[in-house]
């Protein structure tokens, strides 16, 4: 009997942010799950531009460090898109609608909080998941 290869039809790409260089998004990024202990004041992650990224664009960004290790994890919108907000959801026990350029999961937060991005072409829609509602945060 042949290998059908589908063994290996839902592996995630997966990449490490560091402290030590911010990271810009590009096109190649799509699909990826990011992942980042955190960096004090540090915008870890750029998004593209929505033209650049288009639609069907996505990411994810989980915090892997320890709570209180490491520092917050930034996302930004990129300075191009303007005053296009990135929409969403942060899901824990209360929901929270957010129109914003910036998320973040904080210094404090649990292993695992996670920010996911998918770019619909003319906006940013963000789904954040934590243990708690004051683990991400927007602005």
């Given at each position: 009997?042949?290998?059908?290869?589908?063994?290996?039809?839902?592996?995630?790409?997966?990449?490490?942010?560091?402290?030590?260089?911010?990271?810009?998004?590009?096109?190649?990024?799509c699909g990826t799950i990011f992942l980042?202990?955190?960096?004090?004041?540090?915008?870890?992650?750029?998004?593209?531009?929505?033209?650049?990224?288009?639609?069907?664009?996505?990411?994810?960004?989980?915090?892997?460090?320890?709570?209180?290790?490491?520092?917050?994890?930034?996302?930004?919108?990129?300075?191009?898109?303007?005053?296009?907000?990135?929409?969403?959801?942060?899901?824990?026990?209360?929901?929270?609608?957010?129109?914003?350029?910036?998320?973040?999961?904080?210094?404090?937060?649990?292993?695992?909080?996670?920010?996911?991005?998918?770019?619909?072409?003319?906006?940013?829609i963000a789904l954040g998941f934590s243990?708690?509602?004051?683990?991400?945060?927007?602005?």
């Amino acid at each position: 009997m042949s290998k059908s290869g589908r063994y290996s039809a839902d592996r995630k790409k997966v990449a490490t942010l560091t402290d030590a260089a911010s990271r810009t998004g590009v096109i190649a990024d799509c699909g990826t799950i990011f992942l980042a202990t955190g960096a004090s004041g540090t915008t870890l992650y750029t998004l593209p531009t929505i033209a650049v990224a288009g639609k069907g664009w996505w990411a994810k960004f989980v915090k892997t460090g320890a709570a209180g290790a490491g520092g917050a994890i930034n996302i930004q919108a990129h300075a191009d898109d303007g005053d296009t907000p990135i929409i969403g959801v942060i899901c824990e026990d209360v929901n929270t609608a957010v129109a914003h350029d910036d998320l973040t999961i904080i210094d404090g937060a649990d292993p695992g909080s996670q920010w996911e991005l998918v770019c619909d072409g003319s906006q940013w829609i963000a789904l954040g998941f934590s243990t708690t509602d004051s683990d991400i945060a927007s602005s």
